[in-house]
């Protein structure tokens, strides 16, 4: 009779031992879970501080004084976090046989940017002269507002847009435009010498009034706030869940079998979470 209460023992000490670690990996990927949840949190939180710094920076830069244009020694160093949005002068002649016309949906209805190389001292420029509707694309329907001399431009200064629009590619070959990419563009119109970077109008009047100038759209989504509230809130739920599922089992120390149950499935529970986040 010995040797079956002994057989029995040891599977019931096997059976703790299986438990136990059972519930240490539960434990442990619980822990991992909320720690994950804070993170992201916190994560948010630091990239808020950055988009409201980042804000602040174009705002300065958008209402402060016009400067002179980076020149060609400069070009190799413009920088999207340093330049974009400098309120910047320069002057030179248009090559409006080379202008370039690129969709665009604005507050003044769908239609065209009308992008021009300015030939300046240094190199060409591209500048996008603002919006002309769909009907008033031909240069020849506007020609009022391509100037011959020289003139000078006050603008901010963008970064090149490289490849199109949102599902649209641009395609050279076709002269379809979806985005202000200026080394194609240049390419295609077979310019040298050209800047890294185009710039925006200002809202001064062209002649005929078209292209209208002015429009660029300054935006940047500042919603990380609510994604940090939104990772921290599901951290405090998995933190209530899992102590209020420890303290459960510890009221409970009787049926093994029905807490393995409720363990294991807990630790398919925790494994989601991981995945999901």
Known sequence: MSAPADG?????????????ALRLAI??????CVAMLLS??????????????????????????????PSPADWPAIDRSSDEYKLITLSGRFLNDRETLVQALTVEGSGY???????????????????VPADRRAPASR????????????????ISEPGGGFLRHNDPAGNRWYSRDVAAIAAARGLSDV?????????????????IGGLTVISFPNNHLVYALTWFTLALMLAGAGLQRLRRAQREPGAPA???VEWDQQRQDMGGCGTAS
């Not at 020609?143 to 963008?158: D, E, F, I, K």
């Open 8 to 20: 029995a023992g040891e599977r019931d000490e096997a059976s703790r031992g299986r438990s136990g």
């Open 27 to 32: 434990v442990a990927a619980w822990v991992a």
């Open 40 to 69: 992201l949190g916190v994560w948010q939180i630091e990239r808020r501080a950055w988009k409201l710094d980042l804000i602040d920076r174009v705002e300065r830069r958008v209402h402060a004084a016009p400067v002179p244009a």
């Open 113 to 131: 940017w009308v992008v021009t190389p300015l030939q300046t001292a240094g190199g060409a420029v591209l500048v996008n002269r603002g919006f």
């Open 143 to 158: 020609s009022a507002g391509n100037p011959n001399g020289t003139v000078s431009v006050t603008g901010l200064l963008r």
């Open 195 to 211: 800047a890294p970077f185009f710039v925006d109008a200002d809202a001064t009047p062209n002649p005929g009034g078209l292209p």
């Open 258 to 260: 029905a807490q393995d």
